[in-house]
């Protein structure tokens, strides 16, 4: 019994040393997973922006409510990429919490709670620019309220505190989760700390524009081009080589 005992610990080991253990398998699954979950959710939120921005323009309110109106079904579909973004942040975030989780749970779990009140809020604020759309067709047919009093409805309902404050808790739970990656060997550490480094950046970025709104597009520029580049490689980077393990912390 006990030779037996020994060789069922020895195949253990074994297969722990090949890669063969469960634990390890299915964190490089999640690792993968989060790769995927990266490069959709900027697909969609992406994709949301710049086919809602076509089809609304520029203008005032009168003007974009008739646009709005006429591509009624294309702009709801804008409204549902950004939907679909919101719903890819969950699985997203769960990848990266079981990728990280063996480093600090703690802190993982810091992470994960971030991004789902990300995915929550950004939910939200996709309630309001649905309900706005009411709004819109007011604007473009006939209703007792002028343009400027529908402008002002239509800026509460899809007001752009929402999205910043969804933002701030992106870049707290990317903060979180790219300081985890740095302390291990599960990506390059130069990619590691440029994510931490562009979570930062942006995260001071939306948290002073709640202070001080209106930044020149320069500096808008400026604080997402770093953020965007870390996330696109990351998700590259785990969907394609995926994570090296066991993690060396240091």
Do not use: H
Request: proline residues 4%; glycine residues 10%.
């Amino acid at each position: 019994m006990e030779r037996a005992r020994e060789l069922r610990e020895n195949n253990a080991a074994g297969a722990r040393m090949i890669g063969g253990d469960p634990a390890v398998s299915s964190q490089r699954a999640y690792a993968r997973l989060a790769g995927l979950m990266y490069l959709l959710v900027l697909a969609f939120d992406i994709a949301g922006v710049i086919v809602g921005y076509f089809v609304a323009g520029d203008g005032d309110f009168a003007d974009q409510a008739r646009r709005i109106i006429a591509s009624e079904t294309i702009y709801r579909f804008s409204l549902m990429l950004g939907l679909a973004g919101a719903l890819a942040t969950v699985p997203l975030a769960v990848g990266l919490y079981v990728t990280v989780k063996p480093l600090d749970p703690n802190l993982a779990t810091m992470g994960l709670v971030f991004r789902a009140l990300e995915a929550a809020i950004g939910a939200v604020a996709i309630v309001g620019s649905f309900s706005a759309l009411e709004l819109y067709r007011a604007g473009a047919g006939t209703s007792p309220f002028d343009a400027g009093q529908l402008g002002a409805l239509q800026q509460l309902a899809e007001s752009g505190a929402g999205t910043s404050v969804a933002a701030i808790f992106f870049c707290a739970g990317s903060t979180v989760f790219f300081y985890l990656l740095s302390r291990s060997a599960y990506i390059p550490r130069l990619l590691s700390l440029w994510g931490l480094y562009s979570s930062l950046v942006y995260l001071a970025y939306w948290s002073f524009g709640l202070v001080v709104p209106d930044y020149p597009g320069a500096v808008t520029i400026a604080a997402s081009l770093p953020i965007l580049v870390a996330e696109v490689s990351t998700g590259l980077w785990l969907l394609t080589r995926g994570i090296k393990t066991p993690a060396t912390a240091v």
